[in-house]
């Protein structure tokens, strides 16, 4: 949602973003590997959107500060994943959640016209993805 939001195209391009986070998490869950905590939360979401309940079903951030409200859900994730998971789970858990973003952020051309000079990532997502690496970092 946080790429999404920051640089906002057609519906297309938030089908690729949104395909690109859903096969993240499907690859986590049909293979495992990633740490106990990645593959638990990678399988019950996969699980919910196998029988289409929404994984953010009480979470709905609202209008021009939705990306700011994405952000700060994302650092109190990472507070709780920090101080109940090992440092190795809560790392891992962070790589994978910037996977699932950088994914996102790769998955659709962004800008120019007809896909001339279009972009992979434009500087709107890149700046998410920064902003998320830091919000992501260890404490």
Known sequence: MAISLADPGGPIEAVKEVSASLKTILDAAQSGGHGELVDAVAKDTAERAKHHENPLHD??????????????????VNALVSEKATPEEADEFRKWLMSAAQRAAEAAKEGGFMGFHAVRVSEGEQKMLDKLGEVLSAP
């Open 59 to 76: 979470f709905k951030p609202k209008g021009a500060l939705a990306g700011e409200e994405i952000v700060d859900e994302l650092r109190a």
